[in-house]
């Protein structure tokens, strides 16, 4: 570990503190959004998700509801309250995944994983404009059109869903750069998880419903390094892990080279007999 490793901590702090953050927020906003939908398929899980892959009219109805049906108002406010609240969650989990990425980068003296910082940052960027996107096409079908603003949709869902998956790639790999077997454990775990997000992008329909469960695993391992570090960092003085360092081997040396043999003498002169 590089000497220093120690001022990670500021940035373990803060994220710990935006992770509590983003998990209180998260299951504040899993009560706000609809807990059901009309008819969408099972496949994309919560009705979010399903809203977030909907591609045209007969896809709103099923997640709202037709006019007849008397619980399709409340879905429509439910859900406008859930992408309004969703804001202030994008700012949490974007200000977590970078803070942990920028002590990761500290703690490892890799400034590639720092870098990877800006990466849930555009994702809450696309998240953003999806949600600009979502309340014009709310608005759309409460009124009984049709937006425009759904031919454009898809781009930035994909485009979040990857950035997230990149974002616990990288997460991953920076685990598995701290040594040891327990950390390339959670490492290759993490990075595994996003597999199904390809998945999930092409068939939401299918498995939609496992992207919260790709994004979700990485988010809670780099809480719980955070959590380990904040305490070694704060209670200890020590950075996440300490590389241990051989001692300098000593150079072998021959006994003959050690007591090297003396010159014959050299006399002048007549020898005595």
Not at 3 to 18: I, K, T
Not at 160 to 168: G, S
Not at 174 to 191: F, N
């Amino acid at each position: 570990m590089n000497a220093g490793a120690l001022p990670a901590v500021r940035w373990w702090l803060a994220a710990l503190f935006l992770g509590f953050g983003t998990i209180t927020v998260g299951l504040w906003l899993s009560q706000t959004f609809p807990q059901d939908s009309f008819a969408a398929e099972p496949g994309y899980g919560a009705p979010v998700l399903a809203f977030e892959f909907a591609g045209g009219q007969d896809d709103l109805i099923a997640i709202f509801g037709p006019d007849s049906d008397p619980r399709q108002v409340g879905r429509l406010a439910a859900m406008r309250t859930g992408n309004e609240r969703d804001y202030l969650y994008m700012l949490l989990y974007a200000g977590f995944l970078a803070s942990g990425l920028i002590a990761l980068g500290r703690e490892t003296g890799l400034r590639l994983f720092a870098v990877a910082a800006a990466l849930p940052i555009l994702a809450a960027l696309c998240d953003g404009y999806e949600n600009w996107l979502l309340f014009d096409i709310q608005a759309a079908f409460t009124a009984g059109d049709y937006s425009p603003a759904m031919a454009s949709l898809p781009y930035p869902v994909a485009a979040k869903f990857v950035l997230l998956a990149l974002t616990n790639v990288a997460i991953g790999l920076a685990l598995a750069q701290l040594g040891g077997r327990w950390w390339t454990l959670a490492g290759t775990l993490v990075i595994v998880a996003c597999v199904p997000t390809l998945m999930a992008i092409a068939l939401p329909a299918h498995y939609g419903w496992t992207l919260l469960a790709a994004a979700g695993g990485g988010w809670i391992v780099l809480l719980g390094t955070t959590a380990i570090a904040c305490w070694r960092g704060m209670m200890r003085g020590r950075p996440l892990v300490v590389a241990l360092t051989a001692p300098p081997l000593r150079p072998v040396v021959r006994p003959s080279a050690r007591h090297p043999a003396s010159p014959p003498a050299t006399g002048f002169g007549r020898r005595r007999r």
